[in-house]
């Protein structure tokens, strides 16, 4: 069985009130074994003792160096830690975890048979509600039945995770009878609410502070030690943090990419400001870029692509407050 993917790429503005997204490059991270959440809190920045079979922890998973490998939403799934992520930083992340997790009674692997959809917009609460008996929200944010996982991720629109095997989560999709957009509006909904996404380029090159996890409760200070928490730790106390993730929109005629120079105008010159890290082109010539500035940067400074001296971008408000 197939579904039908609506392949166009709109703006923000020219969503539907109520959609599905096929979430084709979206991944995960399981742990399982008798010390998984021992192992785990001493790899990642949040404090997974706090990890529940309904909670929904944001953290990210770094070097010894305080490098970021992944930024992932944590859930509890069949007794498993699950680190949901874009597949981009799997590799290196998968990779870390396992090479440091063969000193422990833990099982570390890619989530397999396993599809993931995104349920958005105005009246999805209520489509989930005709098919399933609970549905998740911000107080019970992981709701478990049998296979089937529901997410609920607040911000600017509501927004459910449906896990499940692969087997008949198909079918369940098409009965809800909307349209199913492909993967890159995922993209754009999570540069729009600031929620860091990492593409390879981008892997070992930030410090978690610098995607703004601090501002998105993705870091724990109480927690004791992990990875690459000196770092951080000395980022948050001692002011040395410099950089920030902004949500930057303007228009472009060429293809953006996650290697390109973010420029800012000074008087009549042009001055690197920064570096892209996702983007999303929309079809009506709107461009969506998530990069990583100076986190002193005017509000009203004028960006640019490198090389593209035709392109045109401005802030845009992130729905948080970089702290």
């Known amino acids: 069985m197939t579904i039908s993917l609506n392949t166009n790429l709109p703006a923000v503005n020219e969503l539907p009130d109520t959609y599905i997204i096929s979430l084709s490059e ?18 990642v920045t949040c404090d997974v003792n706090e990890s529940t079979s309904s909670s929904l922890l944001t953290g990210a998973h770094c070097n010894a160096k305080g490098k970021v490998f992944s930024t992932f939403r944590l859930i509890n799934r069949l007794s498993e830690h699950m680190l949901l992520q ?4 799997i590799k290196a992340s998968l990779a870390e975890l396992q090479k440091f997790g063969v000193f422990a009674k833990v099982s570390i692997k890619t989530a397999e048979n396993i599809n993931f959809y995104a349920l958005v917009g105005e ?7 005709s098919k399933y008996q609970q549905v998740p ?37 098409q ?3 909307l349209p199913i957009y492909s993967y890159p509006i995922w993209e754009l909904l999570e540069i729009s ?6 593409s390879e380029n981008s892997v070992n090159e930030y410090v978690p502070q610098m995607l703004n996890l ?46 390109d120079i973010i420029e800012k105008q000074l008087g009549e010159n042009w001055r690197k400001a920064g570096d892209v890290i996702m983007s999303y082109q929309a079809d009506n010539g709107k461009v969506y870029i998530q990069g990583v500035l100076a986190n002193d940067v005017e509000t009203s400074t004028n960006f640019r692509i490198k090389g593209d001296e035709e392109s045109s971008f401005n802030l845009s408000n992130l729905p948080y407050t970089i702290t």
């Open 26 to 43: 979206f991944g995960a991270i399981t742990l399982a074994g008798e010390e998984q959440s021992k192992y785990l809190q001493g790899q």
């Open 86 to 89: 874009p597949k981009s930083s």
């Open 193 to 198: 609410e600031g929620f860091p996404l990492l």
């Open 214 to 259: 601090q501002a998105i409760n993705g870091i724990s200070f109480t927690k004791g030690c992990y990875l690459g928490q000196e770092t951080v730790a000395r980022m948050q106390y001692l002011g040395k943090n410099k950089r920030a993730l902004f949500t930057l929109i303007g228009n472009s005629k060429e293809d953006i990419k996650t290697t």
């Open 175 to 177: 009965q809800f009878e």
């Open 137 to 173: 929200d911000s107080l019970t944010p992981v709701i478990n039945i049998g296979t089937t996982s529901l997410v609920y991720i607040s911000g600017q629109q509501n927004r459910y995770l449906i896990i499940d095997e692969a087997v008949g989560l198909l079918q369940r999709i």
């Open 123 to 129: 009246e999805a609460e209520n489509v989930l509600q």
